[in-house]
């Protein structure tokens, strides 16, 4: 919200009379005096007006999780643990997901407080490329490579998917980067060849790897560097 909207609600002020405090210099965010009407508020900014705490502020907060299998990607479930019951912190409940991993897929899970930072991860525009290892059933029918660059037609959905990049690592074993992330997407496009997907683990999401010293159920906060990749 803009400081003068924001000021004006909080406040209950004129835009008058906001248009003068904030000339005057009486605002601050984060400390310092703004004149700035159209200055955006978020809610991590501490704004203050004539030495009033309007609004505290709060951290904002990035985490890293090796999700392990059997684990679903919630805030709550009444009937299995979730994600965020592996966290440790006591803000927790203000994290959400961004994006999300099936119940026994495994890998690379981010959470944050911070929306318009998980909306740059995976909002469709943004084609932050996701990479995932892949199992299945039977051998990986060779086709599949150009097939996945070309896109698959979903039905349900009357689209057809995004190019993907499938690259093979064994007869059942391959890497798989998209650049979306439809419904059981994976699982979906195997399927389109009649093959299983057994086993699903994500590497990556844009410039973001999964860190190899976390074990399944494992979490650390993002370093500065991986937070501004965003």
């Given amino acids: 919200m803009r400081l003068d909207r924001y000021l004006g609600s909080r406040a209950q002020l004129s835009r008058q009379d906001v248009r003068r405090l904030v000339s005057d210099g009486r605002a601050r965010v984060n400390g310092e005096v703004t004149r700035t009407l159209d200055r955006e508020v978020r809610i991590f ?115 057809t998917t995004l190019p993907a ?11 798989l980067t998209l650049h979306e992330g439809r419904y059981h997407q994976v699982k979906r496009m195997f399927g389109h060849f009649g093959n299983k997907v057994t086993a699903l683990h994500r590497e990556s999401m844009g410039p973001l790897l999964l860190d190899a010293s976390l074990t399944p159920g494992c979490y650390r906060p ?9």
């Fill in 45 to 159: 900014d501490c704004v203050e007006l004539d030495g009033q705490v309007l609004q505290p502020g709060k951290v904002a907060r990035y985490v890293m999780l090796h999700k392990p299998p059997g684990c679903v990607s919630a805030t709550r479930d009444a009937a299995h643990r979730t994600v965020i019951d592996l966290i440790d912190e006591p803000d927790k409940d203000d994290l959400h997901i961004a994006g999300r991993l099936d119940f026994n897929t495994t890998g690379l899970m981010l959470l944050t407080n911070d929306g318009q930072w998980s909306r740059r991860l995976t909002q469709p525009t943004s084609l932050q490329g996701k990479v995932y290892l892949v199992e299945t059933e039977d051998e990986i029918d060779p086709g599949c490579v150009g097939a996945f660059a070309r896109g698959l037609y979903f039905r349900f959905e009357d689209l």
């Fill in 222 to 230: 993002l370093t500065d560097n991986e937070i501004a990749q965003i």
């Fill in 165 to 175: 990049e499938l690259v093979l690592l064994g007869p059942r074993r391959a890497r």
